[in-house]
């Protein structure tokens, strides 16, 4: 299983960031699995942000972040996406997406819970 994000670069602030992950080697409908994002800002842990069911898309943010976020899939493109709006100079870091069996949650991500991956897209937040 193959997981490739996709993003801008770079955002000015104020504005909405949306990425792409698109998944290979199997469907983001087989069940078991939460999609997730996830960012990594400079100098700091990897941060949970979303997770999308694979079972029935239901959606779920971390309470700190919820009200900027919106995740959602494509099935017929095998992709997961993410926008975060109102983007400010700390939203800045490397986001990924990645697979696991548990549902998302606020704080530092453990690596091992996962079962995938993507490689991770810079983001950076300037004007």
């Known amino acids: 299983v193959q997981l490739q994000e996709s993003g801008p670069g770079l955002v000015n602030p104020s504005q909405t960031l949306s990425l792409a992950c698109t998944v290979s080697g199997d469907s983001i409908t087989t069940k078991g699995y939460y999609w997730h994002w996830i960012r990594q800002p400079p100098g700091k842990e990897r941060e949970g942000l979303s997770c999308?069911?694979?079972?029935?898309?239901?959606?779920y943010y971390v309470e700190s972040m919820k009200d900027r976020l919106t995740i959602s899939r494509d099935r017929s493109k095998s992709t997961v996406y993410l926008e975060m709006n109102s983007l400010k100079p700390e939203d800045t870091g490397v986001y990924y997406c990645?697979?696991?069996?548990?549902?998302?949650?606020?704080?530092?991500?453990?690596?091992?819970?996962?079962?995938?991956w993507g490689q991770g897209t810079q983001v950076t937040v300037s004007s």
């Open positions: 990645a697979a696991s069996p548990l549902k998302c949650r606020e704080g530092e991500v453990k690596e091992g819970l996962f079962n995938y």
């Open positions: 999308i069911s694979s079972s029935d898309g239901s959606t």
